[in-house]
């Protein structure tokens, strides 16, 4: 989507901050011994009290209002029987709909303490995601996210899962200019414009590569097998930078 008036950016801005509103929620209501199908259920009643609808299940059926990843899962975690325990890195992904217009953040949680390698996963997956974001921009090649977010991945001896990319919203879940890489690639001449819309989401990892389905067809898991950790945001495209929309408030 590409925003051309002050209307879309408004309600754009509106389902932005449910999203958030939610997410962050439901990460303040963790403990353990709750199932993630509890958690899920405390985001689907957030979502239906904004009017908003659930994009995983309306768009592709997915078997939950948000996803749910624990531990070696990294993402498209299906709610479930799963209890939470003291130390699970929980990711938290949602994206919802009102109005038509569409939004989607995610970030991963620690549930209490955890390991000093871990936290520190967890701080530098959020700084990841950050230096993508500045390179966010009028006229900036959709490459340079890739680039800079892999440069400051290798210095610090992570990788990142490279078939799970960044992508357009805003009109729907998934839209042009489909995959963003969020790791360095080669080829990709594209270049972003004034009012696109997009995410920004690296998947960090201390030595994963790849992301693979599990038997249920949903969810994801790292090869080779390594913890891993997922922050995204909604943003714009702007002449003067990124305009991040999926901000709570």
Partial sequence: MTITQ???????????????????????????????AELDGIGQ??????????APRA????PGATCISVNEE?????????????????????????NGYFADTGATFALGSVRPPLDRLCRDGRRAMQIGIAQVGHDK??????????TFARKRGYTLIRNLASHGVGRSLHEYPEEIATWPSRGDRRRMHDGLV?????????????AEPG????????????????????????RRGANIVTLPG
Avoid: C
């Fill in 74 to 98: 990294i993402a498209h975690g299906i709610p479930g029987n799963r209890r939470l325990a003291a130390g699970d890195l929980v990711n938290i992904d949602v994206s919802a709909s009102l």
């Fill in 6 to 36: 002050q209307d879309e950016l408004d309600a754009l801005r509106k389902i932005g901050r449910i999203v958030a509103n939610t997410m962050h929620a439901m990460a303040a209501a963790m403990e353990p011994g709750m199932t993630t």
């Fill in 198 to 210: 997009l995410t920004v989401e690296p998947f960090l990892s201390r030595g994963g590569m790849w």
């Fill in 141 to 150: 090649p959709l490459a340079g996210i890739g680039q800079a977010i892999g």
């Fill in 59 to 62: 768009t592709y059926g997915f």
């Fill in 45 to 54: 009643t957030l979502l239906e009290r904004e009017g908003a609808v659930p």
């Fill in 215 to 238: 038997d249920d067809e949903w969810t994801l898991y790292a090869t080779p097998d390594a913890p891993v950790v997922q922050y995204e945001h909604t943003v714009v495209a702007t």
